[in-house]
């Protein structure tokens, strides 16, 4: 291996606000600059230490990569020269020692904290954002704790870091991150050799020829974070993220399962979000798409976006216990359909076809109503008698897009009732009211929500009317550092199924690309709380 460049090089290390890359071995810093090179349509970039536009915080500022040598004393000396730079972003790269079952030679590693032989921890808060940019390169990424190690056989340093959840090791990153002195700092190793395929073995070397490739094939995703890094402003919308009937549905799948001898089914997600389900499957609670899939007599719980009633009915057949997560402002809407029907009325649900909560509401009367997606489905309608036409409405749409099929209806059959009170629900209202608010100040704004939540998709739409890009993203390993280049303002909301925690976990991952400075726009305030069926109360 090489040894580490003419270390006074550090002195010129970066133009101003530009990526300071730090590689410990030349090889590595070759790889690194060639992938930070093709990153920003260069052609070379092998023998000189500097490189194009491919990063920096200031838009185009440049990149430097420097082999910085290995271990300790070299690493220390390194890092007061990097604090003494005008770096805007420091990345610390080269190649490491896998520890956690799983990584394979090849695998790159992103470290969400490193922790020094002396068992003292620096956070990495950019982690997610640039292991999302790499998973979505098509690289193989894992994220979790970094050691630094004494040396290359520091049995007792592996062991330690181990005990102390490292999952891959190295012998410099502890004392590099020192020289970020508050910047932007990313730490980026890529796994040269494991416990079972260790570097000094027959063909140990493949290791490290394969860590080196996906060193070079990570130059894209490092550029990006480079030229996202900046301070910002964040403006929280509010409210945001959990509604009344999300957290009462979750709830009651919780206290089923604390007073359950035998599994708990939920039929569909008990409400839209990957998170949620996710956490909920750990405690045991078991998803299944239809009742067909419960245990005879077993205990089901109905999500929160409702059943029809021949789902009830098929439950009773099959003699299971049911537990209605239905939130109440779902039943009402149900309601509502049962009375229009008995009265003779066609009702008309403005809806997106194939949302639970769609299927849920006309399963109350198949043949008296119809779906109304868009103002062109009015046409359609054939009522018996036109004085005799009523509408309802999803409850997680946008106000605007009911709105011109509201007028459609009215236009066609003046005389069209409605529902008595809105069927759009408050939680979905207060949260279109509040991404408006932080859209008209944002560059762009964030909505947490998974793909198959309606209300969370309606925020995004929502916020792209008033004019501002607006991205839907399950957590942070979904944001694009793309969108947040230039970006001084960053907006962020939640849907009403997306837990908090993801939203604090956004701005964390944010503060990672820089200072942050987190304000709020309060458009409504919510003290909403729904009683739990009396399956679960005593629970
Ligand atoms: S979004 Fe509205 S209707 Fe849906 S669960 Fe929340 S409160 Fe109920």
Same mark, same amino acid.
């Given at each position: 291996m090489?040894?580490?460049?003419? !270390?006074?090089?550090?002195?010129? /290390?970066?133009?101003?606000?530009?990526?300071?890359?730090?590689a410990p071995l030349?090889l590595e &810093?070759?790889a690194?600059?060639?992938?930070? *090179?093709?990153?920003?349509?260069?052609?070379?970039?092998?023998? @000189?230490?500097?490189?194009?536009?491919?990063? @920096?915080?200031?838009?185009?500022?440049?990149?430097?990569?420097?082999?910085?040598?290995?271990? %300790?004393?070299?690493?220390?000396?390194?890092?007061?020269?990097?604090?003494?730079?005008?770096?805007?972003?420091? $990345? =610390?790269a080269g190649t490491c020692g896998?520890?956690? !079952?799983?990584?394979?030679p090849?695998?790159?590693v992103?470290?969400?904290?490193?922790?020094?032989?002396?068992? #003292?921890?620096?956070?990495?808060?950019?982690?997610?954002?640039?292991?999302?940019?790499?998973?979505?390169?098509? /690289?193989?990424?894992?994220?979790?704790?970094? &050691?630094?190690? #004494?040396?290359?056989?520091?049995?007792?340093?592996?062991?330690?870091?181990?005990?102390?959840?490292?999952?891959a090791?190295d012998m410099?990153?502890?004392?590099? =991150?020192?020289?970020?002195?508050?910047? !932007?700092?990313?730490?980026?190793r890529a796994v040269s050799d494991? !416990?079972?395929?260790?570097l000094?073995?027959?063909?140990?070397?493949?290791g490290g020829?394969a860590a080196l490739?996906s060193l070079?094939? %990570?130059?894209?995703?490092?550029?990006?974070?480079?030229? $996202?890094?900046?301070?910002?402003?964040?403006?929280?919308?509010?409210?945001?993220?959990?509604?009344?009937?999300?957290?009462?549905? =979750?709830?009651?799948?919780?206290?089923?399962?604390?007073?359950? &001898?035998?599994?708990?089914?939920?039929?569909?997600?008990?409400?839209?979000?990957?998170?949620?389900?996710?956490?909920?499957?750990?405690?045991?609670?078991?998803?299944?798409?239809?009742?067909?899939?419960?245990?005879?007599?077993?205990?089901?719980?109905?999500?929160?976006?409702?059943?029809?009633?021949?789902?009830?009915?098929?439950?009773?057949?099959?003699?299971?216990?049911? =537990?209605?997560?239905?939130?109440?402002?779902?039943?009402?809407?149900? %309601?509502?359909?049962?009375?229009?029907?008995?009265?003779?009325?066609?009702? &008309?649900?403005?809806?997106?076809?194939?949302?639970?909560?769609?299927?849920?509401?006309?399963?109350?009367?198949?043949?008296?109503?119809?779906?109304?997606? *868009?103002?062109?489905?009015? *046409?359609?309608?054939?009522?018996?008698?036109?004085?005799?036409?009523?509408? /309802?409405?999803?409850?997680?749409?946008?106000?605007?897009?009911?709105?011109?099929?509201?007028?459609?209806?009215?236009?066609?059959?003046?005389?069209?009732?409605?529902?008595?009170?809105?069927?759009?629900?408050?939680?979905?209202?207060?949260?279109?009211?509040?991404?408006?608010?932080?859209?008209?100040?944002?560059?762009?704004?964030?909505? %947490?929500?998974?793909?198959?939540?309606?209300?969370?998709? #309606?925020?995004?739409?929502?916020?792209?009317?008033?004019?501002?890009?607006?991205?839907?993203?399950?957590?942070?390993?979904?944001?694009?550092?793309?969108?947040?280049?230039?970006?001084?303002?960053?907006?962020?909301?939640?849907?009403?199924?997306?837990?908090?925690?993801?939203?604090?976990?956004?701005?964390?991952?944010?503060?990672?690309?820089?200072?942050?400075?987190?304000?709020?726009?309060?458009?409504? *305030?919510?003290?909403?709380?729904?009683?739990?069926?009396?399956?679960?109360?005593?629970?």
């Open positions: 090489s040894g580490p460049d003419d !270390p006074n090089d550090m002195a010129g /290390l970066s133009g101003p606000g530009g990526l300071a890359v730090c030349r &810093a070759r690194v600059r060639r992938g930070l *090179t093709d990153a920003a349509g260069g052609t070379g970039g092998a023998a @000189g230490g500097t490189g194009g536009a491919a990063g @920096g915080t200031g838009g185009g500022a440049g990149f430097e990569v420097l082999a910085t040598g290995m271990g %300790a004393r070299r690493s220390r000396a390194a890092a007061e020269r990097l604090r003494a730079s005008a770096a805007g972003a420091v $990345a =610390i896998g520890l956690a !079952p799983g990584l394979e090849g695998d790159l992103v470290a969400t904290v490193v922790i020094g032989p002396d068992g #003292r921890r620096v956070s990495c808060p950019a982690a997610p954002l640039l292991a999302g940019q790499l998973r979505r390169a098509g /690289l193989r990424v894992h994220e979790g704790p970094v &050691a630094t190690v #004494r040396g290359l056989h520091d049995a007792a340093g592996r062991s330690r870091a181990l005990d102390r959840g490292a999952i090791v410099e990153s502890s004392y590099l =991150i020192d020289g970020a002195a508050g910047r !932007p700092a990313v730490v980026l494991t !416990p079972r395929r260790p000094l073995r027959p063909g140990g070397m493949a020829v490739r070079r094939l %990570a130059g894209p995703a490092l550029a990006a974070w480079a030229a $996202a890094t900046s301070p910002r402003q964040v403006l929280l919308a509010g409210p945001r993220s959990f509604c009344a009937g999300v957290e009462r549905a =979750i709830e009651i799948v919780e206290r089923a399962l604390d007073g359950a &001898a035998a599994p708990v089914y939920v039929r569909k997600q008990i409400v839209h979000n990957t998170h949620v389900v996710a956490g909920l499957e750990q405690r045991g609670a078991v998803f299944v798409d239809e009742l067909h899939e419960v245990p005879q007599g077993a205990t089901v719980v109905f999500s929160a976006h409702g059943v029809a009633p021949a789902v009830r009915s098929e439950a009773g057949r099959r003699g299971l216990d049911t =537990i209605d997560a239905t939130c109440p402002l779902v039943a009402k809407v149900h %309601a509502e359909a049962r009375r229009f029907v008995s009265d003779g009325y066609l009702v &008309a649900l403005i809806g997106h076809a194939g949302h639970e909560e769609v299927e849920g509401t006309l399963g109350e009367a198949p043949g008296a109503m119809r779906l109304l997606q *868009t103002p062109a489905d009015v *046409t359609a309608l054939e009522p018996a008698d036109p004085d005799k036409v009523a509408y /309802l409405m999803q409850t997680t749409l946008s106000a605007e897009e009911a709105g011109e099929i509201v007028d459609a209806l009215l236009e066609r059959f003046p005389s069209a009732r409605g529902p008595g009170s809105d069927d759009i629900c408050y939680a979905t209202t207060n949260r279109q009211r509040s991404v408006r608010a932080i859209a008209a100040e944002s560059d762009v704004v964030l909505v %947490a929500g998974s793909a198959n939540s309606s209300n969370s998709k #309606r925020l995004v739409e929502t916020a792209e009317r008033a004019g501002v890009r607006a991205y839907l993203i399950d957590d942070t390993g979904d944001i694009e550092l793309g969108w947040l280049t230039g970006a001084s303002t960053v907006g962020i909301t939640a849907g009403a199924s997306a837990p908090p925690a993801v939203v604090s976990q956004i701005v964390a991952a944010l503060s990672g690309l820089g200072s942050v400075q987190v304000g709020e726009r309060v458009a409504a *305030t919510e003290s909403i709380r729904f009683g739990l069926p009396k399956e679960v109360r005593q629970s």
